[in-house]
């Protein structure tokens, strides 16, 4: 069923597709998108591309670049951003009362978006339970376990999602504007920082390391120290060899879920978000449409942008086949097996 549709990644500050930009997947030109609370520059890119626009790279020199060709990474979502100082934030630069001069007990207010509160992940618009395929709790599972332990949600509400902390959710975080190289394809963050990122990070504790950082920022008095201050730039990068958007599978050791047979037609949305104010920053989206419903000049027929993605055909189609033989009989097996693939990826 796969073979009827084709992929278009757009992205904006919100929810509202009709004013997001069509994102040029694995090409090293950026977009950028901005609101009054952030501005944000972004590379997408996803090995093996056959979707818009028109005559887009298959792939990106990204994916030739240690350490993506040794992961064997199937996509990255990369950009660096700047919070934006609200306009009613007033500056607090000590904690005294300015009548006697003792030191008072209310904490001066943060001069940024603190790290408990900036999340990364998953939502959607409409229940997917009924959707979701056998043995999509063992995935999961495997998922937090291994990928993100700090991911969090409910998968069966009504409006579903899962979000973890930014700070422990990103492979890499680079504290500073970080490089942009086309050779790279595009941007491009290690994780670490410039000189003052460096002497930041390592002030509060924070691992030099993204393994030692993402196992770090999961304690609760980590978050509470990282701020991602106002009019500071960070760049970051979420990747993974998981995700297969050649044939819409998750790839996991010993468990594959194939995608296309339980999807509903939502579109795999991504959000950097604020828990607090429920802000949002960005949105990145990848939708499905009937190839029947593009231009040739890879623009969306009007139906089918008054519609968004379709979702002709999946009734009948998406239920066909729908035998489990690669699904796990067994869950405890399941996540046994891919406890031992896995710990042989460890450094």
């Not at 296309?260 to 802000?279: A, F, I, P």
Request: glycine share 8%; proline share 7%.
């Amino acid at each position: 069923m796969a073979e009827k549709f084709i992929l278009r990644v757009t992205a904006g500050s919100d929810y509202v597709v009709k004013s997001h930009q069509v994102v040029p997947v694995n090409s090293a030109d950026t977009i950028i998108v901005s609101n009054e609370h952030m501005d944000v520059e972004l590379n997408v890119r996803v090995q093996n591309y056959r979707g818009l626009p028109r005559n887009s790279p298959e792939t990106s020199a990204y994916f030739s670049t240690a350490p993506h060709d040794y992961n064997k990474d199937q996509y990255s979502i990369c950009f660096r951003f700047t919070p934006k100082k609200p306009a009613a934030t007033v500056d607090q630069p000590d904690s005294k009362d300015p009548r006697t001069g003792d030191e008072t007990t209310e904490k001066p207010a943060i001069n940024g978006i603190s790290a408990q509160d900036l999340q990364f992940g998953n939502d959607f618009d409409h229940p997917i339970r009924d959707r979701l395929p056998p043995g999509f709790n063992t995935a999961l599972s495997i998922v937090k376990w291994w990928i993100d332990p700090g991911l969090d949600g409910d998968a069966y509400a009504d409006e579903p999602y899962l979000y973890g902390p930014a700070l422990s959710s990103f492979n890499s975080v680079h504290v500073g504007k970080g490089e942009y190289d086309p050779k790279k394809g595009g941007l491009f963050f290690e994780e670490g920082g410039d000189e003052a990122g460096l002497e930041a990070r390592r002030a509060i504790g924070a691992p030099d390391t993204s393994k030692e950082r993402m196992k770090w920022a999961l304690k609760k008095e980590s978050k509470e120290k990282w701020v991602f201050e106002y009019g500071k730039t960070y760049g970051v990068d979420f990747f993974n060899p998981y995700l297969d958007f050649g044939d819409f599978s998750l790839k996991l050791p010993g468990f594959t879920l194939p995608i296309m047979k339980y999807w509903d037609g939502q579109g795999l949305r991504y959000v950097l978000r604020n828990k607090s104010t429920e802000n949002t920053y960005l949105v990145i989206l990848f939708s499905l449409y009937l190839k029947e419903d593009v231009n040739e000049d890879g623009s969306l027929k009007p139906a089918a942008l008054a519609k968004g993605p379709s979702t002709a055909g999946l009734n009948e189609e998406s239920r066909m086949g729908m035998e489990t033989e690669q699904q796990p009989k067994d869950n405890s097996a399941a996540l046994e097996e891919a406890r031992k693939r896995f710990e042989g990826t460890r450094e």
